[in-house]
């Protein structure tokens, strides 16, 4: 019997007379009778899946409308396959009582066999004990390794780094040596124009006063006269003033008010302490110009009077 | 027409001299039978009843001499008439002329709940099978794996020392059982007024 007059049978298509010798064959017949249940099967099974397709697909819902039965018969088709999908290996779960029942048979055992079963039992254990200890040093040196290669990383960046550093280094040291040879040429020039006399600068001319401390003791305010030639552009000034340790950090000096020095160093000359100051010879006004020394909270340490006179 | 003790004996005795091998024949007749009233389209909760109605005709046919040479043949002979009686009556008994010549079984889809279905189908797995047919009808009927099908049939005709066709009737024969079971059940739970009975009748 084909599978082609099976499937003829089972979706309804065959003319009466063949249905009946078709329906005699089969219940004569286990084998034939069984490979029709099974062909049933498959083909509900395939429905109940979705993959009947086609021409198969058109006659087998045909059929359904004929044959009541075979409704049911897709739908236990759906719960039996879900049955199975729960009772593949993949999806089954142990239960308590399964896991109860295997160490029951585990110890219902002969002595032999319990022992040899408490043997393989322990040396699970060992080797699931050794597995799990060399994992955890594999796991261990795969960090030490991530950390080396962390560190070796580090060093790298750092190697350039200075690499560039050394680099930026050699340059300034090459624009260093440029300066200190531009300088050395520079001053070579210098000496060398040094050693020409100057050709039109005018001669500087620097007057020095002296104005002494002694001078301010008697209570007066003491009056210094100096002639100046037309000539001369700057005044250099010595100031002794008082030293009775009031004077040990910088002084200024005014001339008529004006701020002509400031923060300038005591000195000792002589035995006497003493500031320098030059001041331009056109700060002079001729006649009376006061001189006033102050401290740095800006007290007055000594006073003088400079009477210029103008020579031509 | 009842089923006596004698006519009983009687057709069990032409199907097999040996009373375990003529139990299991009448069994498997019976099973058969069954199959055609529902291949001829009959309703899921009548064909049974069609099939010991048949096989009883059968048995009082022998009981009253009639010679029968083949008896599956003259079976399956009797068991058309009984279905073409039944949908014969089924016509009669309905109102109206234009309504289907074949039984229909109501639509109890709306009943049926997928839920129940599964309930019934665990219940009559724990109750109507061993682990091992459990085993078999599991690892057969994994269509998921088409494929590998033929391979893994073998496998596990292999492993419970079966032919592949020993094992393909084996698991036809368990599934057979199997619907069985959780169609009664699912009888019992769509119709409460059923619930102590094997078939649920359907009318």
């Known amino acids: 019997m084909s599978d082609n007059d099976i499937d003829k049978y089972l979706f309804h298509e065959m003319p009466e007379t063949d249905r009946e010798q078709f329906e005699d064959k089969f219940v004569s017949d286990d084998s034939l009778f069984y490979e029709i249940a099974e062909r049933e099967n498959d083909l509900v099974d ?42 593949r290996p993949e999806n089954k779960t142990i239960t308590i009582a399964e896991r109860t029942g295997f160490f029951s048979r585990l110890f219902s055992f002969g002595p032999a066999l319990q022992f040899a079963s408490l043997a393989a039992v322990v040396l699970l254990a060992v080797a699931s004990i050794f ?91 003491p009056v210094r006269r100096l002639e100046l030639d037309k ?70 340490a000594a006073s003088y009077i400079i009477a210029i006179a103008r020579t031509n | 027409m009842s089923l006596t003790a004698t006519s009983f004996q009687l057709l069990l005795d032409r199907l097999d001299a040996d009373p375990s091998v003529a139990a299991e024949k009448y069994e498997i007749l019976r099973i058969k039978i069954a199959h055609l009233h529902r291949w001829r389209g009959c309703a899921e909760s009548q064909a049974d009843e069609l099939a010991d109605i048949t096989l009883d005709r059968v048995a009082a046919k022998l009981t009253d001499g009639d010679l029968v040479e083949n008896v599956n043949a003259f079976a399956s002979a009797v068991a058309r008439f009984v279905a073409l009686e039944h949908s014969r009556k089924n016509k009669l008994d309905a109102v109206g002329d234009d309504l289907p010549e074949t039984p229909v079984e109501p639509n109890l889809d709306f009943l049926d709940d997928p839920d129940e279905r599964m309930k019934c189908l665990r219940r009559c797995v724990a109750t109507t099978l061993t682990d091992e047919d459990k085993r078999l009808v599991v690892g057969y009927y994994d269509t998921d794996a088409d494929e590998k099908a033929k391979i893994a049939r073998k496998r596990l005709a292999d492993s419970l020392g079966l032919t592949i066709n020993a094992l393909k009737v084996r698991a036809c024969r368990l599934r057979m059982r199997l619907e069985e079971c959780i169609n009664d059940c699912i009888g019992r739970v769509t119709n409460p007024r059923f619930a102590n009975t094997k078939q649920q009748e359907v009318t």
Do not use: C, W
């Not at chain 1, 879900?82 to 009772?87: G, Q, T, V, Y």
């Not at chain 1, 039109?200 to 104005?211: Q, R, S």
């Not at chain 1, 000096?253 to 160093?265: C, H, S």
């Open chain 1, 131 to 221: 597995l799990f200890t060399e994992n955890r040093r594999l796991g261990s040196l795969q960090e030490d390794l991530a950390a080396s290669n962390q560190r070796e990383t580090d060093l790298t960046a750092r190697i350039h780094e200075e690499t560039e550093t050394s680099g930026d280094l050699t340059a300034d040291l090459e624009a260093e040596r440029e300066r200190i040879a531009k300088l050395e040429a520079e001053i070579a020039k210098l000496r060398n124009t040094n050693e020409r006399p100057p050709a039109h600068n005018p001669p500087v001319t620097i007057a020095t006063l002296f104005l002494s401390s002694s001078i301010t003791r008697d209570g007066s305010i």
């Open chain 1, 46 to 87: 395939k429905y109940a899946n979705g993959k009947l397709a086609g021409d198969e697909l058109k006659r087998f819902e045909s059929s359904l409308a004929m044959l009541p039965a075979r409704r049911q018969k897709i739908g236990n088709a759906k719960v039996l396959r879900e049955l199975i999908a729960d009772e």
């Open chain 1, 231 to 300: 000539e001369v552009t700057r005044v250099s000034i010595v100031i002794a003033i008082p030293s009775d340790g009031r004077f040990t950090d910088s002084v200024s000096v005014t001339l008529d008010g004006e701020r002509v020095a400031e923060n300038l160093r005591t000195r000792v000359r002589r035995g006497e302490t003493t500031i320098s100051v030059t001041v331009p010879a056109a700060k002079l006004k001729p006649g009376r110009n006061e001189l006033t020394v102050r401290d740095s909270k800006n007290a007055e």
